[in-house]
């Protein structure tokens, strides 16, 4: 069954410094991940996700996520954070098709990350 | 013009109600669906339609009945409101045009405004 873990439930950063909001992954073959942001009382936004291709994929407002295939990680990663960036981060996976898995999405519990001025 | 948009965005009721809650989406995307965001932020798939076929229909209790008149809509209905319904409900939408297996569903997720759901 597939899984993600968001080890962090609290991610604390000094604007200016770079950022890093971990993600964990088990699926039955090859997955599909992706990042989004939560502000304050909205709705999910997308930020980048990973079907194929280069392990390094580039999203919205500057970040990024590496796809670790060997670690099972997707890690999502920022150079410089702002105060702006301050909000609930979800990382979600499913099974990439083909694999026999259940093809749901999966998200993890959230990640709240705090830039601080 | 708003992309997805749900209504109501609060809706406060009493146990053992029937509610609906509206789903419209402007994108012109074939996949539709339904989550629940628990109060510990905890975010879970209910159901999906492509084209308004299910798709998806997660272990919900038959309570929960969704319905897509065409593939721009996606109502859910509740029967029999308890307690543990009280959540954030969010519709979301996604391109994936003519796929209607589950495994080929890869396009971005457009996410509404979401509507709090609380059952006193």
């Known amino acids: 069954a597939q899984s993600v873990a968001q080890p962090e439930d609290q991610v604390n950063v000094a604007e200016g410094n770079p950022l890093t909001v971990k993600c964990t992954y088990s699926?039955?073959?090859?997955?599909?991940l992706f990042w989004y942001v939560q502000y304050p009382n909205r709705g999910l936004q997308f930020l980048l996700k990973?079907?194929?291709?280069?392990?390094l994929v580039k999203g919205s407002y500057g970040f990024e996520a590496e796809f670790n295939k060997s670690q099972t990680s997707f890690h999502l990663k920022k150079p410089s954070a702002l105060v702006s960036d301050s909000a609930l981060y979800f990382c979600?996976?499913?099974?990439?098709?083909?694999?026999?898995?259940?093809?749901?999405?999966?998200f993890g519990r959230g990640t709240s990350l705090i830039v601080h001025p | 013009d708003t992309a997805v948009s749900q209504t109501p965005k609060y809706l406060v009721t009493q146990m053992g109600n029937d509610k609906s809650i509206k789903c419209e989406q402007n994108?012109?995307?074939?996949?539709m669906y339904w989550y629940k965001q628990d109060s510990k932020k905890f975010l879970k798939i209910m159901f999906s339609?492509?084209?308004?076929?299910?798709?998806i229909n997660e272990t919900v209790p038959n309570r929960f009945s969704p319905k897509s008149p065409d593939k721009a809509h996606l109502n859910l209905h509740i029967n029999s409101l308890e307690l543990g319904d009280s959540a954030v409900y969010f519709c979301?939408?996604?391109?994936?045009?003519?796929?209607?297996?589950?495994?080929?569903?890869?396009?971005?997720?457009?996410f509404g405004p979401g509507t709090r759901l609380t059952v006193l």
């Open positions: 979301a939408s996604s391109l994936d045009r003519g796929r209607r297996r589950l495994e080929e569903l890869s396009d971005t997720q457009y």
């Open positions: 699926v039955s073959g090859n997955p599909y």
């Open positions: 990973y079907i194929t291709g280069d392990n």
């Open positions: 979600a996976v499913r099974d990439g098709p083909a694999s026999g898995g259940s093809y749901i999405p999966t």
């Open positions: 994108l012109g995307h074939d996949t």
């Open positions: 339609y492509n084209n308004k076929e299910l798709i």
